[in-house]
């Protein structure tokens, strides 16, 4: 029997399918019955609009909708191929953009293209038809993948279709199922154990019952299994295969223009998230129980994928690191003779010896959930963590050359207009450091605690607006389908939200052209060298008390660690003085303070350091 596994759009051009590489290397193991292929129709799609639109929507639009998953624009250019029409509600979702600061030209000119493209795939498809059409849908992928599906089905109206993945999770599998005919089977959860038990049960034609997670059809209604009892063991996980998707990219036109990576799972669910699930997070879905691949695995799958494709920059695409890690696979990573460019997602509070560990192994994109450089809104997000300690991990990240992802977050219940005047204060004293990639409002997720728990200050909520202009369902339907909602508005809100975002973009312009840099002499004196835009071009000399007061801010430090370090090192400072101390370096944006903790922010590096720009090194100039 045959099974062809589908990645529609709007899956990444530079990436493959992580779902598509592992679940491969499951059927091949687990289901002899079946022989298995692998499509990436959105590597289809995007040279079908190349060629569709005479170059003018090129893969670098492609990209643009794929980043656009908080407003839907991949789903909804889809639409006519959903319900086989011309056109689905053009005006209405162009407004819609426009209104949120998103330009509507691109995906409107897309959706000419859609219906005709699925159509030709079906066509390609049913040529030659599989037994079962397997589908991976997260974010953006759940109408292209039930586009495909509808179209296969009045072509070969005897093929089975699938679908799986994290749009699948919790009851939005089920409410996929109920309200699209065009899906015989969905799966729920994880799919390496669920997928291959399907496939066999469907090849001996025994009862589907036993299935974990699968929602089918008896009689003509939904049975919905119960979930698989339990966490599926990482050992259970294979290495991924991406021989298709590279096959299939050397074969597009566009080819030259992508640089591929590969990506990697060392892991799933969130240590942190087991005991402390940050408030607005729903990323991990129904299942956050934190498992990691076997250390010494590591090491070996890295170095074949690199050699295997010809790839050096790699993903990580675990939610967090494992910080096991930290003393097995990360040094046998660092003994790897591969020049890698790894990526990796880590908690905030990680140490300089952590980050260089990390740096030695080639990790040199980090994702670290920064969020907020507030202590009481990173409260209210349950971070366990200070405003000081995610200063401390960009002025370090900086410091050992690592490219430092993050963003602001606001809109949580309880922050106030003070928390964000107070930070916005603060800006120009980070203005050397990798700035936010921008501020904005949280959105309230399924699975996140916000979500559950509607006493945390999200009383009222509805599908978001994006699914009105998507799906044709009703709305307690589309309540247990979609994954955003909309909701009152909580915290800041009105013209600071205007001057935060302003401030994030004073700060990347800063950026560009700041440097503030520290050096100690043989006698422990510190100079700093401040060029930064927002402060006076000047050497500060310190003498020998502010030298041992700043030296003591590197690691987050209290007033009364600094006292200590001062007594302990024989310098007799009052009270009052040591409040006038901290208070200056703060003033004259020589350090961060947030709820009495301190952080000195100079940099550990010569005035002629390689800054990080767009991803680019760059020598700063003085």
Known sequence: ??????????????????????????????????????????????????????????????GNVADQVFHGVGDWVFTPALYDVDSYRVPEFAEFLRQRGVDPDAPVAMQRYARGFVRRLAEQIAADPPDLVGFTSTFMQNVPSLALARELKRLVPGIRTAMGGSNCDGLQ?????RNFPQLDFVLSGEGERSLPMLLDQIASGADLADVPGLSWRHEGRTVVNPPARGALPFAMVPAPNYDSYFRALAETPFAPQVRPMVVLETSRGCWWGEVHQCTFCGLN????????????????????????????????????????????????MAALDCDLRVHYEIKSNMTRD??????????????????????????????????????????????????????????????????????????????????????????????????????????????????????????????DLVYLFDTRDQGIVGPIEDELKQGVERWAQAYRGGDLSYRVDDRGRVTIEDRRASWPE????????????????????GRAGIARRLADSGHQVTADGLDRMLRWFVDRGLAFEDEERYVAVALDVDPYRRKLIDGREVVASR
């Open 173 to 177: 599998g089920p409410a996929l199922h």
């Open 285 to 332: 879905g129904s299942n956050i129980d934190f498992r990691s691949k076997a250390p010494d695995r590591i090491a070996g799958e890295v170095v074949e994928l690199a050699q295997r494709y010809r790839v050096l920059d790699l993903i990580m695409v675990d939610n967090i690191l494992d910080m096991k890690y930290l003393n097995t696979a990360i040094p046998a």
């Open 538 to 557: 000047e050497t500060i000399e310190l003498d020998d008390v502010h030298s041992n007061v700043y030296l003591g801010m590197f690691q987050v430090a």
């Open 1 to 62: 029997m045959k099974l062809l596994m589908v990645a529609m759009p709007w899956q990444g051009l530079d990436t493959p399918s992580s779902a598509l590489g592992i679940l491969g290397q499951c059927v091949r193991r687990h289901a002899a019955n079946w022989e298995i292929d692998e499509l990436y129709a959105n590597l289809r799609w995007a040279e079908h609009l190349l060629v569709e639109s005479g170059g003018t929507l090129t893969p670098t639009d492609y």
């Open 354 to 479: 952590q980050l260089r560990s990390l740096k030695q192994a080639n990790v040199t994109y980090v994702q670290p959930g920064i969020e907020s450089l507030s202590s009481h809104v990173l409260r209210l997000m349950d971070k366990g963590v200070s405003a000081a300690h995610n200063v401390r991990m960009l002025r370090d990240g900086h410091d050992l050359g690592l490219n430092v992802t993050w963003n602001i977050l606001y809109g949580f219940p309880g922050e106030t207009e003070d928390d964000y005047r107070r930070l916005l204060g603060k800006f120009a004293t980070l203005e050397h450091l990798q700035p936010p990639t921008g501020a904005w409002r949280i959105a309230l997720e399924r699975f996140s605690p916000y979500f559950e728990d509607p006493t945390q200050g999200f009383m009222y909520r509805r599908p978001a607006e994006i699914y009105d202009f998507i799906y044709q369902v009703p709305r307690d339907e589309l309540y």
